[in-house]
């Protein structure tokens, strides 16, 4: 399966982007699917993961700013990113992880916080 991101690109502070993240085609092994990021000279971090059953997790930094949701119907995740700051700054990638514990990952989208 093959993951298509879009949604980023250059915001001003506080503003806000919508992520979305399809997958080629339905699959019923999917358990979560989620957005983690990396930034300019840091490692790849969670930023939110959501399972089929609708169970999600936030890190500290963007809990109350992001929303993660899920369609499971066409295997699609979006994350709407509200009052963003320049730390949010990455390259954004989205992710599957199948009840089998293996794992796919997008090409990354980039979002830019500045003004």
């Known amino acids: 399966v093959q993951l298509q991101a879009s949604g980023g690109g250059l915001v001003q502070p506080g503003g806000s982007l919508r992520l979305s993240c399809a997958a080629s085609r339905k699959i019923s092994s999917i358990h979560t699917m989620g957005w983690y990021r990396q930034a300019p000279g840091k490692q790849r971090e969670s930023v939110a993961t959501i399972t089929r059953a609708r169970v999600t997790n936030y890190a500290d930094s963007v809990k109350g700013r992001f929303t993660i949701s899920i369609d499971n119907a066409v295997n699609t995740v979006s994350l709407q990113m509200n009052s963003l700051r320049p730390e949010d700054t990455a390259v954004y990638y989205c992710?599957?992880?199948?009840?089998?514990?293996?794992?796919?990952w997008g090409q990354g989208t980039l979002v830019t916080v500045s003004s």
């Open positions: 992710t599957v992880t199948y009840y089998s514990g293996g794992s796919t």
